[in-house]
């Protein structure tokens, strides 16, 4: 009993400690919390913090596969009543890029369930939201991996385009603001001013996969009375930044928001790699269930495992 109580004494001495060397900032109104290896660090956390609130490099890895060669084994669960699987699709697939064009083959595909209707079309948002971010119908020529000027606009579709184009924001921009969803697109903005009353931020450095990472998360205020956090749609928001060049080399984020007509719950996670000068995103993972007023319901899970990149 002696051992057990002086092991749980030093855990809560040592947590006091770690909470104790955190100390507070201020930037762009929003109190920032550093660990002490990053004060220790003497870096202008000023100008860090700057750079990751205003990221690109993420955005930036999505789009470089679009000149790559690259394999990708797909995997997409779709869950029934009792978290039964209803239908699935699991495949490979390979980008070709040539002549500054891309197709796609599909090297092997099986298919359970309900995946796909009569005319092949798929049965599920899900579904046809993974194939618009992840396949490629027929040939596309003249793009390019630049990012600057590129602007996402749910709000000139209709329909399944218009979804398509907001969880490309959610996707690609996590924690800025999502026009046209209904009741929560302004939630989703972490970096405005009523955010920085409502979540913690924390700017620390971590290893991972052997590189030196400085991590920015964001998680809700324990002390928000209810009411507040109905106004709370991310759970968790942690980034690993490469400490030498502040590209993106890992990600997660938590979304969750139940109301009358609207509600979800989405976890999302993507590891990236790097091609010769390029990063590329390797795995990405998604678990979300949507519930919209007079469409069906839907739960299902994805990942997409990419490699064998190759430049053109």
Known sequence: MRIVTAIFLSVVLNISILHAQDSTVTVEKKVIALSDVVIRSHFDYKVLIHQIINDTTFYKAFRNLRVLNYESLNSI?????????????????????????????????????????????????????????FFTKGKICNESNIVKGITFDPGSKQGT???????????????????????????????????????????????????????????????????RKSGIVVDEMTTYFDAATLEVLYRKYTLSYHAGVYSFDVDMEVEMTRIQDLLVPAIIRYKGEWNVIFKKKEKGAFTASLFNFRKE
């Open 77 to 133: 669960l779709m869950y029934g009543k009792k978290d039964r699987i209803t239908a699935s699709l699991n495949s490979k697939t390979r980008q070709i890029r040539k002549d500054g064009c891309r197709t796609m083959e599909v090297l092997e595909e099986q298919v359970a369930g309900d995946f796909y209707n009569a005319n092949h079309d798929y049965n599920y948002i899900t579904a046809e939201l993974y194939a618009s971010l």
């Open 161 to 227: 385009e218009k979804h398509k184009e907001q969880l490309k924001m959610l996707f690609f921009n996590p924690g800025k603001k999502i026009p046209a969803i209904p009741f929560i697109g302004n939630k989703l903005d972490l970096y405005d001013e009523s955010a920085a009353s409502k979540y913690d931020y924390k700017l620390d450095a971590k290893d991972y996969k052997g590189k030196y990472c400085y991590t920015f998360s964001i998680v809700p205020k324990s002390s928000l009375w209810f009411f």
